[in-house]
């Protein structure tokens, strides 16, 4: 029988991490956006335009990453309860 251990306190800092990461990239992100503002502001026709549309179609890209970590963020915090859930219950079968 394969053993499985978890460590609560490790997969709580990955929750942590991912968390802060995600915060990070969206400051990262925002300082972006501020810094080109002025530039951006200044483009007109085609060069507008390219960039318009790289900027969507990055946004999108950069939407749907976050939505996937916040999801691994969920899933790690429902696997860490049902853990421990399993665990507290096989110690209750033992009169624990």
Known sequence: MTDIRVDYGVVAAARNNISSGSNKISTTMDNMENDLR???????????????TSKSNWDSALRDMNNVLVQIQGLLGDSAQDFSSTDRSGANRFGG
């Open 38 to 52: 002025p530039l951006v502001e200044q483009w007109t026709g085609e060069a507008s335009s390219a960039y318009h």
